[in-house]
């Protein structure tokens, strides 16, 4: 093994995945083809146990049976006492008497899972009072610690890094519900006291150095690596036209596409007003998972002007200009993407921009924004348009919605496009990282 990582679990605990939580997956299977050991620690709910089967249970649910009043009282007296410290971290047993398939597409890779009862609440609430992050011990001290979020955590005798995506809450705080002032204190905690900052391009490694004052020795872009399974993206034209025709009632490439969760940022009803007024006569499907400010980004949803009359064997049907799904499984997600005529991601600010790159993976024309990271992540294998200009947006849905000869030449090239945010350039960035802070 080169070196012992652990990376943390906050995100990947979640059961709505997140785009952070995508990254923390790819981040430890990539450590993993490093030959690096892999642990990563959690904060759930579940408590330690003498028994390792309970140990086990309780890691993936936490309805183990009622804790006494005087044992609850003894671990919050505990804690307090230790907070200020440092807490302690158990392993966690993976035997496999669990089944756990259902976590399969949450699951990162791992040598070791290690928890501390409710730790990101802890570090949280340690932070508010003593303006200091937390400390935690592992019974086997990694090398380096990589923090894929900015929490108030450090790893006692290891290198901490921290993954900074962007600092959307500081550019466009009307976009989020961090409570900034906070927010800011624990960034200016992190670039004070972390051994190295990680980021995810170049648009947010300069936003780093001219907002925190980070010094450009002590920060790197590594950018993400962009996987889809082959069985998807391998899987016949005809089964996937099949499948969403079955599924959704839509036709091959006679859709567009927006997917992501619904929030501020997205932009989602600059899109909606641009789609409108187009006039195209294909429908625009909205995939994701409403979030903060969700009914401000679609209150043109449930007007009566987003469906129309149609003709079809001979009877007349109303048909939704615009489809709103909440929830679609991966695989399901993939194949909408491969069908669609074009993905239409006009961003207001991003510090990546995944979406972007999973489409043209699928060979799918994408349309994005010029603001942000996309336009130094879609280079020149998309559309780019002012994500603040209706009528540029679209413009440009009325050009990818007639000019063949377009996508064509975005469906060639985007494929091509992406070579360079391949797992092997990737993992030869972090290699390079790590190599240059042990």
């Known amino acids: 093994m080169k070196y012992s990582v652990m990376i943390d679990g906050y995100n990947l605990s979640l059961e709505k995945g997140t785009g952070i939580a995508t990254y923390s997956r790819n981040l430890s299977y990539n450590l993993e083809a ?4 892999v642990n990563v620690l959690y904060g759930t709910h579940s408590s330690p146990s003498l028994h390792p089967l309970i140990q086990e249970i309780s890691f993936f649910d936490s309805r183990i049976g009622k804790e006494s009043k005087w044992k609850k009282k003894i671990k919050r007296i505990k804690q307090a006492l230790q907070s200020p410290f440092g807490l302690n971290a158990y392993e966690v047993p993976i035997t496999g008497a669990v089944i756990t398939d259902t976590f399969k597409s949450r699951l990162p890779y791992f040598d070791k899972i290690y928890n501390v009862p409710q730790l990101f609440i802890l570090a949280k609430r340690h932070f508010k009072k003593f303006k ?19 929490i108030p955590l450090r790893i006692a005798g290891a290198k901490n890094i921290y993954t900074l995506h962007d600092l959307v809450p500081l550019r466009l705080p009307y976009t989020t519900l961090d409570y900034k002032k906070n927010y800011l204190k624990i960034l200016r905690c992190i670039v004070k006291n972390a051994d190295h900052i990680c980021t995810v391009s170049k648009c947010s490694k300069q936003d780093i150095i001219n907002l925190l004052g980070v010094k450009e020795q002590n920060i790197t872009n590594t950018y993400q690596s962009v996987e889809i399974p082959q069985k998807y993206l391998k899987k016949p034209i005809s089964d996937i036209k099949s499948e969403i025709e079955g599924t ?8 567009f596409l927006f997917f992501g969760a619904i929030e501020p940022k997205k932009n989602i009803d600059r899109l909606i007003q641009a789609y409108l007024s187009s006039s195209v006569d294909i429908p625009l499907v909205i995939a994701g998972p409403k979030a903060w400010k969700s009914e401000e980004e679609l209150r043109l949803l449930f007007d009566d002007h987003i469906r129309w009359l149609v003709q079809k064997n001979g009877e007349t049907r109303v048909k939704r200009k615009i489809i709103q799904l909440n929830y679609v499984p991966f695989p399901l997600l993939i194949s909408l993407i491969r069908c669609a005529r074009s993905v239409l991601f006009p961003s207001l600010y991003e510090g990546f921009g995944l979406p972007v790159l999973e489409a043209m993976l699928c060979g799918t024309p994408v ?9 130094e992540i879609a280079g020149d294998a998309a559309v780019l348009v002012d994500p603040y200009n209706v009528r540029e947006i679209r413009d440009a849905i009325k050009q990818l919605s007639i000019d063949e000869s377009l996508c064509k030449k975005l469906s060639h090239i985007g494929p091509k496009h992406i070579e360079y945010f391949s797992p092997d350039h990737y993992q030869k960035r972090l290699d390079s990282m790590y190599s240059s802070i042990v």
């Open 34 to 37: 490093l030959d690096y050991s």
């Open 132 to 150: 200091k992050f937390l400390t935690v011990r592992l019974p086997s001290r990694p090398d380096i610690a990589h923090w894929t979020y900015p």
């Open 248 to 255: 959704f009632g839509l036709d091959y490439k006679k859709f």
């Open 367 to 375: 349309m994005t924004s010029k603001r942000g990271s996309t336009p």
